[in-house]
């Protein structure tokens, strides 16, 4: 019989996990938590909190201040845009603010994820910061999302309950989702670099233990209803017309007004084809519109002078070099026909290692000139907003 898996280790240089990704996935990943104690050695807070503070205060920042008056057990949410006064007036501990996409906004926050390459990178969400002063939090929750928790800056204290079927009915006096009853089954104070892992579902609550930064990596997965429904809309798309509910076998009405076995047979035909007229590829097509422009809060504009290819080869040989815009979310699928990149809903046909590249690195230069099937890609990619010439 085999030991259940230790729920805290201790990481090494080799192994930031404190164990391999592959053993990381097979046994924690989307199952149950665990702690990592110095996952990140010797960790460089990539953002002090004035910049997290000035960040919040930002046009289309996704930032929330969460007060909580600890005698009344009273929570006040503040929602974005954020008044900068706000600042001025809060008390010295039990407030926390927390802010979302902070890897599209920052590029030291967004090298975070580097440490994360073992996932596939259509599965991160973002890296939510937050800053708490002492006794700030969010309290209890669960959420529906695999999160990574890693303290950036001071401690803080998280209290898990990793039992089997946890009660997750909310408080329904506050607007923060939070656990009518939380059970903890473990308590850990975690350090600078340290981090914890969290499957969905699993209830928690972080509270600061003097003023501190934490840095949550978020990974996201659409739910069925959500795949559902553009899936849907993606086939209707493609369906004729003249492909409707059909009764060519109608008999003579017995209740004129029954829709009877036949009728509903009738329509379960009409619709059951839809899903396997699918071709896999057809399917790997959507699937991939779908997943690079989901959640996106925001999407890269087209730049104002369109670039043709002979001068974007020209500014490639100079050494510009393609930054892809914080926003865009690459993918790409192989198929028997070659290989589909998707660019936040967009596809195109794209040779294989220029995919892999784009997808890999958010920036690119070549010292090699580009084929002229890359560079039709590339051109449609800088002309789309999805990559940034940058001398
Ligand atoms: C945080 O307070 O930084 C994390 C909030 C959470 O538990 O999701
Ligand atoms: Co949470």
């Not at 080799?14 to 391999?20: A, C, E, K, Y």
């Not at 990140?40 to 930002?58: H, I, N, T």
């Amino acid at each position: 019989m085999s030991a259940t898996p230790a729920i805290e280790v201790q990481a090494t240089l080799d192994q930031p996990l404190g164990m391999s990704a592959e053993t990381f996935l097979r046994d924690y990943w989307q199952k149950r938590p665990l702690l990592i104690r110095s996952a990140f050695a010797d960790f460089k807070l990539p953002l002090e909190p004035d910049d997290l503070g000035g960040l919040a205060l930002g046009e289309n920042v996704l930032a929330r201040l969460i007060e909580h008056d600890r005698d009344a057990d009273r929570w006040t949410v503040h929602s974005a845009p954020l008044d900068e006064a706000i600042f001025g007036r809060l008390p010295d501990r039990d407030w926390t603010l927390l802010v979302q996409d902070v890897d599209k906004w920052d590029t030291d926050v967004a090298e975070l994820l580097e440490a994360f390459r073992f996932l596939p990178s259509w599965r991160i969400d973002d890296i939510m910061v937050s800053y708490a002063e002492d006794g700030g939090g969010v309290g209890a929750h669960v959420d529906q999302y695999d999160v990574f928790l890693l303290q950036g800056h001071g401690r803080r204290r998280w209290r898990i309950d990793a039992s089997d079927n946890p009660d997750c009915a909310f408080r329904d006096d506050v607007e923060l989702k939070q656990l009518r009853h939380f059970a903890p089954s473990h308590d850990w104070t975690l350090e600078p670099g340290d981090m914890l892992y969290l499957p969905p579902g699993v209830p928690h609550d972080g509270v600061a233990d003097g003023p501190c930064m934490t840095f949550s990596v978020g990974m996201r997965a659409p739910a069925t209803s959500e795949l559902l429904l553009d899936f849907a809309e993606h086939v209707a798309e493609r369906l004729p017309e003249s492909r409707r509910y059909a009764d060519i076998d109608l008999a003579p009405a017995m209740h004129n007004g029954e829709i009877d076995a036949a009728a509903l047979g009738r329509a379960a035909t009409a619709l059951g084809p839809i899903a396997a007229s699918m071709t896999t590829p057809e399917f790997a097509e959507w699937f991939g519109g779908f997943i690079t422009r989901y959640r996106c809060a925001q999407f890269a504009a087209p730049p104002s002078h369109a670039v043709n290819a002979d001068e974007l080869v020209q500014a490639l040989s100079a050494g510009t070099s393609l930054l892809r815009h914080p926003w865009t979310r690459l993918a790409w699928t192989r198929h028997p026909g070659g290989t589909t990149l998707f660019a936040s809903g967009e596809s195109l046909a794209c040779p294989r290692q220029l995919a892999e590249r784009l997808c890999n690195h958010a920036s690119l230069q070549f010292d090699v000139p580009p084929t002229d099937a890359e560079c039709e890609v590339l051109t449609a990619l800088v002309n789309q907003g999805h990559l940034v010439l940058r001398s």
